[in-house]
């Protein structure tokens, strides 16, 4: 095996045959965890899972990416909703098409989905002006932008992480949709999670010994982790499945945001509740587009906040973990002391 410095990443038979892959999904207890009914006349009804975690006064909902579920929020989970349980309360859930959620044949749309989450919001009475935290990642931060547009004064900070108003369809994006594709299709796991990595992870984070805390045993580096956590979720019945994935692309894929509705944006939520941030690094989400983003918001000298990271790939809650939640935090403060009118 690896001793973590980067000379050799686990195989797959080699990940699951580790002492730390059965623990490699956390067993956070959930304060609720229940399935709703969304999206009637939409297309549904449909179910959507969410967890809560924590119960304190600030209120973040976690919204994931394309081919995520809500565990990969579990460092998030366990910053916010159980170190500080009391101070955060933190909800997650898995977007329709993935996890615990249906995964029914339709016209996936951003817009759509953002209405699923605020069936839930409403489920769980987070309806106050300026209350809730919304925090989206790639796909997620489509979905949040829709999610601002749809009810900007439920929003108290709004932090759009390695996403995009519109996909500009260069040749990189063209080829990242092929390679989306390519992994649904039997292959072997290896050559998964090498293109999986290569697409969402600094070459230099991969390398590093694994920074995230253990049950058993370490694994030799971050990308013998992320890839257990990956296999975990592939092989795990129901949760990932290709009608799913392949309608979250849809939806992903055709998402389109323009400059006149990104300055609408910015007015209605008020560009200092906005966070704009993206990895210089990131082969998913290219960080052209975290530019284009920024600039149509209206830039920095406008209010919205710009965090542009050297050298980060997509996955920064992964990737700068103590950082990213010491920003999330700051955001979450200052956004708070501002007024609610």
């Given at each position: 095996?690896?001793k973590g410095d980067g000379s050799r990443q686990l195989s797959a038979a080699e ?196 920074e995230t805390e253990y049950t058993v045993q370490p694994f030799p580096t971050n ?31 055709f998402h389109h945001k323009s400059a006149a509705q990104l300055k609408q944006l ?76």
């Open positions: 095996m690896s990940i699951q045959a580790h002492p730390e892959y059965a623990h490699v999904h956390w067993p956070l207890e959930a304060n609720k965890r229940e399935k709703i009914d969304v999206a009637a006349g939409r297309g549904g009804p449909l179910k959507l899972g969410y967890e809560i975690h924590g119960h304190g006064p600030k209120k973040i909902l976690w919204i994931m990416g394309l081919g995520g579920f809500m565990k990969t929020w579990q460092r998030q989970t366990k910053d916010f909703g159980h170190t500080q349980a009391d101070e955060y309360t933190c909800l997650i859930f898995d977007n329709r098409g993935m996890g615990e959620s249906d995964k029914p044949l339709l016209r996936y749309t951003t817009s759509e989905m953002a209405r699923d989450a605020i069936e839930l919001l409403d489920h769980v009475g987070w309806t106050e002006a300026r209350s809730v935290h919304v925090v989206g990642i790639s796909m997620g931060g489509m979905i949040a932008q829709e999610l601002g547009l749809l009810i900007p004064q439920r929003i108290c900070s709004l932090n759009l992480i390695s996403t995009a108003p519109r996909i500009v369809r260069t040749l990189p994006f063209l080829e990242n949709v092929r390679n989306r594709i390519n992994l649904l299709i039997p292959k072997g796991l290896d050559a998964q999670m090498a293109r999986v990595k290569a697409d969402c992870y600094s070459a230099e984070w991969l390398a590093r010994p694994d990308g013998d982790r992320f890839a257990a956590g990956d296999i975990s979720k592939r092989l795990t019945p129901g949760v990932m499945t290709r009608q799913g994935f392949l309608c979250q692309l849809y939806a992903a894929g910015g007015d209605v939520v008020g560009r200092d509740r906005i966070l704009v941030f993206h990895g210089t690094k990131d082969n998913m989400i290219n960080f052209i587009h975290g530019e284009m983003l920024l600039r149509e918001l209206g830039g920095e000298e406008s209010g919205v906040t710009k965090v542009f990271k050297e050298g980060i790939g997509h996955v920064a809650p992964f990737e700068i973990r103590p950082e990213f939640k010491r920003i999330i935090t700051d955001r979450i403060a200052k956004t708070e002391a501002l007024p609610k009118s």
